[in-house]
């Protein structure tokens, strides 16, 4: 197999889509100064409740010279915090877009009307900052669209469809809690330039199977980079393919069919779980199903775990209780786990970070306030918590021979966006140079009660 020349995020890849509603998946809008929301009741819980032993960690991959460029157009809103309206790198290859609103950037204000409008305006933002970076949404692999109500599905995916006539990105779609100024859906994407890919038309190839529930809707189970090996899959719930229902059972049962549908797509891009170098797990019970989702996940991967994200979401298409989307290397792209004693230790069956070799990039799990020494969520407000964040997230990074400097894209997950204004100025000084893309939403609550959790993307 070949080496890999590149790899992406994060965040987020994976949501199985239903005619009501549509794929889940968490992270970015764009961002700017929301008004106070009230904050949701989070569950004092720890992230997962550790059921294997992962293996002993990689040696950090060897590094190679990515660049970065931030992109940003007048003709979409400005950057209202320390992020950019895109970020490119590797050498232009890789554009990592972030999360937009509806936001009119003439009259930086949000748009009347319902929510296919809100989508279409969007839209045009994601597409600005696309062409402002010299690439279009024909070059998008991976989406995710955010919104506060699934009831809006229908409008949404109509509106969103209209800019996808070629190859259809992958994609994830979840309800979350709130978006920044009252917005009713943001959406983020992924390109990658097709020069150099080796697929008939030169672009990224779709990937299906009978195996997996079908596709309701203008995104693809998967979708492969050819040039750079990657596989982005779209979110799957707990739907049997043979029936296209919701199966019954508990928390396990349903993560068991979920990682059953991941495993089919996987194998028909001729990939496995040992390929995967992060995953997103959206719930909606973190306290309840933690520790039976957690075993059940943890027996699917037999070497190294990848990065992941754990969030438990407002709600999750056909009422379902899990939802999980990954990001495989495939042809030949071996992945090291990194660890750093200086950043707390994983509770579940998932590495603090995911090196791809030969070093393109590396995924770094979320991390929220834990103090590594203690053990335990650290007491203070917002700020105080997003700090100790920062603070783990660096002692992963510089455990792969990385810094802030070298990171492409984060999301942000709060648990009130009143606290965006202390999260936005603790984080921000941790920026120095190109700041990376972001996405930022309040989701329904995290993990040990925590405020705040952030998972991050470098290129090494």
Sequence with gaps: MRIVALAMLALLACAHETVNAPEAVAPPVVESLPAPAPAPAAPAVPETVAVATPPPAAPPPASIPVERRAVQSADAPKAAGPYSAAIQAPAGRVLFVS????????????????????????????????????????????????????ADFPKVNDAYGRYFQKTPPARAMVQVSALSRGARVAVEAVAISRAGDSGAAGGPVTVSTAGAPKAIGPYSQAVETRGGSLLFVSGQIPVDPATGELVQGDIAAQTERVMENL?????????????????????????????????????????????????????????????????????????????????????????????????????????????????HTILGDAGAQTERVMKNLKAVLEAAGAGFDKVVKTTIFVADMADYAKVNEAYGRYFSKSLPARATVQVAALPRGARVAIDCLAGL
């Design 99 to 150: 999360g937009q609103i509806a936001v009119d950037p003439a009259k930086d204000r949000l748009v009347n009307g319902d929510a296919a409008k809100q989508t279409a305006r969007a839209m045009e933002n994601v597409k600005a900052v696309l062409e402002a970076a010299g690439s279009s949404v024909d070059d998008v692999v991976k989406t995710t669209i955010f919104l506060t109500d699934l």
């Design 263 to 375: 495993k089919a797509v996987l194998a028909s891009a001729g990939a496995s779980f040992s390929d995967v170098v992060k995953t997103n797990v959206y719930m909606v019970d973190l306290v309840g199903d933690g520790t039976k989702m957690n075993e059940t996940y943890g027996r699917y991967f037999q070497k190294s775990f990848p990065a992941r994200a754990t969030v438990q979401m407002a709600a999750l298409p056909k009422s379902a209780r899990i939802e999980i989307e990954c990001v495989a290397v495939t042809r030949g792209g071996a992945a090291g786990a990194v660890e750093s004693p200086q950043a707390p230790k994983t509770l579940g069956a998932y590495s603090q970070g995911m090196g791809v070799n030969p070093g393109s990039f590396l995924f770094v799990s979320g991390q929220i306030p834990i103090d590594p020494a203690t053990g």
